[in-house]
């Protein structure tokens, strides 16, 4: 079990340039949240997926979007990439349904220039 | 206003010292959960426990413990003996049953970085 993975482990990207953060988790969890980590902030809720096939708003959605592709994966884009993105971002899963615990994966340092 | 209060930003002590993580939440929601989660240097979450609103008997695993008491809404975390290995930043969270929803949002405390001297 890899349990939740993340892709890039490192991306650069300049102000106005686009991307997508991978995240797949191999635990047949339903929820699925992104994440980001700025110093000093602890951790901020940018989306959330309940279940397959729904997604939500988190604390600080603004130029985000998300993609539940399947059960298994779970997308972060950014369209026009801001410097105020800087951060990293964390992947989590979880089975509200058991335990409810969010397993994180290693997630995402990103910075924009 | 925050849900989940860590109000020591840091910490330092020389190994083998006894240290307290303080956490304080506040939710008007009768079931709730409370996490720990350790963040070494490599920069993981690592899942250290849960805690159910129901359940306020301590609980301790090697040199951890965990003392939850609801008449004060604290949730506090003891490293006994502590070692270079536990130098991390360490987050409580909270997680919310709402009302209709069984999705428990995580809300987390803005960290404390413990550093541990040898």
């Known amino acids: 079990n890899a349990g939740v993975t993340q892709t890039p482990k490192f991306q650069v990207l300049k102000t106005g340039q686009s991307m997508t953060l991978q995240c797949a988790q191999d635990?047949?969890?339903?929820?699925m949240y992104w994440y980001r980590q700025d110093p000093g902030m602890g951790l901020r809720l940018i989306y959330y997926?309940?279940?397959?096939?729904?997604?939500d708003k988190g604390e600080v959605p603004n130029g985000y979007n998300v993609s539940r592709l399947n059960k298994r994966e779970f997308s972060l884009r950014l369209e026009s990439a801001a410097p105020s993105q800087t951060s990293v971002y964390f992947c989590?899963?979880?089975?509200?349904?058991?335990?409810?615990?969010?397993?994180f994966g290693p997630g995402t340092r990103l910075t924009v220039l | 206003a925050q849900k989940v209060t860590q109000a020591q930003t840091e910490i330092s002590v020389v190994e083998k010292e006894d240290v307290t993580l303080d956490c304080v939440y506040e939710?008007?929601?009768?079931?709730?959960?409370l996490f720990w989660y350790k963040q070494p240097p490599s920069g993981e979450l690592v899942f250290l426990i849960r805690?159910?609103?129901?359940?306020?008997q301590n609980e301790i695993s090697g040199r951890y413990s965990w003392n939850f008491q609801k008449s004060t809404s604290s949730f506090n975390f003891t490293i006994t003996a502590s070692q270079v290995v536990d130098s991390a930043v360490y987050f409580c969270?909270?997680?919310?049953?709402?009302?209709?929803?069984?999705?428990?949002?995580?809300?987390f405390g803005r960290g404390t970085q413990l550093t541990v001297w040898p």
């Open positions: 805690r159910n609103s129901f359940d306020e």
């Open positions: 989590a899963s979880s089975e509200p349904a058991l335990t409810d615990t969010q397993y």
């Open positions: 969270a909270l997680s919310e049953l709402d009302r209709g929803s069984t999705l428990g949002r995580l809300y």
């Open positions: 939710t008007r929601d009768t079931t709730y959960y």
């Open positions: 635990m047949n969890h339903n929820s």
């Open positions: 997926s309940a279940s397959e096939g729904t997604t």
